[in-house]
């Protein structure tokens, strides 16, 4: 999908009718992990100065099986760096298919909660499980949203960013 028809890209209409006007710095890379995302972090950070650092992170180090502790020791990095930069944090909360079994899916969606609080930074709630439920919304890879839903995950962005800024 070109970068115009995805969510981030889209996000800034979608905040004006919160009274926002952002700019959205969209530093993902497809297929990211933690550990990418933290190493690429402090140049991100030193080139834009963001005064607001969405982190959603953690799909695709669960989707291989790191371990909890490895992800959540790169998201509290990302965390810290990203309010030292004088940035809020929001989190997002990430989770992964079922057939991870109970116990590493328990353990990884723990991750999230426990830095909200642990951190003091707002966790907001993955939409993903909002879209999934879309077949006609999703790819045939079961894990990524089509471009017709990326308006819909951008208005869930939105609302859920305008409650927290």
């Not at 710095?25 to 190493?39: E, F, V, Y």
């Not at 045939?140 to 869930?156: M, N, R, V």
């Amino acid at each position: 999908m070109s970068i115009e028809k995805s969510w981030p890209s889209l996000l800034p209409n979608a905040m004006s009718p919160y009274g926002h006007q952002v700019e959205v710095i969209n530093g993902s890379i497809s297929g990211d992990t933690t550990g990418n995302g933290l190493a690429r972090l402090p140049a991100l950070l030193q080139e834009n100065t963001p005064d607001v650092v969405l982190v959603e992170l953690g799909a695709n180090d669960g989707l291989r099986g790191f371990p909890p502790k490895t992800i959540q020791s790169n998201l509290r990095s990302i965390i810290t760096q990203s309010l030292q930069s004088g940035a809020d944090v929001i989190l997002m909360q990430i989770r992964i298919p079922p057939n991870y079994g109970k116990r590493y899916n328990s353990a990884f969606n723990a991750i999230y909660s426990e830095l909200g609080e642990q951190m003091s930074v707002p966790v907001m709630p993955f939409f993903l499980e909002q879209v999934i439920v879309k077949p006609e919304w999703m790819m045939s890879d079961g894990l990524h949203p089509k471009p017709d839903a990326q308006p819909w995950i951008a208005e869930f962005v939105a609302k859920h960013l305008n409650e927290h800024i």
